[in-house]
């Protein structure tokens, strides 16, 4: 299992999914998974749950479920090529793990420029842990210069199993490894799992990682100590 940790998955909240989080954990716990962060669309999002939603994560979920460690966060979509997000930074802190991601239905990609000073301006987010699928097919950006930026902010660039098997993201991610083994830039190997059964199916990233020969010291999600490690650093110890 290359992955301790699926750390991009949806439930129902979000309405184009299907799993519930007893679910998701589940499908987790039959991996041999650790931990899942549930990170449901945020409400600038076409498919997504009432804000309520994500205030009643800590109080309605609990922190293990089917003996793994469950982790509370949000999908959040950029919305203009400032970088800016549809989510609050008083509710990004209140949660453990915020993903930012380009959707397509709330903001189409602009030009080359736009898209790199897009990405350049989110890595400067200090509520963002994770650059979501930053493959996406039609929104060309400078790779070297924001996955280097990426990297000096400590964002974790996300190598998204869904987008590959589905989105024919795959060469894109071809350069984007590559550009980050160069320059061991952390990433995270994560499924974006809409269903229970693919929770923690990652078998087309770790082909590519192979591949490009890519150390798994970088990716941080291959063991949890050193996820968790991230984890703290940035939002404490969740699990006390």
Avoid at 4 to 31: C, I, P, Q, W
Avoid at 124 to 134: A, L, Q, R, W
Wanted: with cysteine; charged share 25%.
């Amino acid at each position: 299992m290359l992955i301790a940790a699926d750390m991009h998955t949806h439930t129902l909240a979000s309405t184009h999914a299907f799993s519930t989080v007893k679910e998701m954990a589940e499908g987790a716990a039959e991996k041999g998974l650790t931990a899942i962060a549930i990170t449901d669309h945020t409400p600038g999002s076409t498919d997504a749950p009432h804000i309520w939603h994500f205030h009643n994560l800590r109080k309605a979920v609990p922190r293990n479920l089917m003996g793994v460690k469950i982790i509370y966060g949000a999908e959040a979509s950029i919305i203009d090529y400032d970088g800016n997000i549809d989510f609050p930074h008083d509710e990004c802190i209140a949660l453990d793990w915020i993903i930012a991601s380009l959707h397509k239905d709330i903001l189409e990609p602009g030009t080359f420029e736009q898209n790199t000073t897009m990405y350049l301006k989110l890595a400067e987010n200090n509520d963002i842990d994770v650059i979501g699928h930053c493959a996406t097919v039609g929104c060309p950006f400078d790779y070297e210069k924001c996955l280097k930026k990426f990297k000096e902010y400590g964002k974790l660039v996300e190598i998204n199993e869904s987008t590959i098997v589905w989105k024919n993201t795959r060469d894109n991610y071809r350069e984007i490894i590559k550009i980050c083994k160069k320059y061991d830039i952390p990433v995270i190997v994560n499924t974006d799992a809409h269903f229970y059964g693919l929770v923690g199916e990652v078998t087309e990233s770790e082909k590519l990682i192979e591949e490009l020969d890519f150390p798994k010291t970088l990716i941080i999600n291959a063991d949890w100590d050193r996820l968790y490690s991230y984890i703290q650093s940035r939002h404490g110890n969740i699990f006390d």
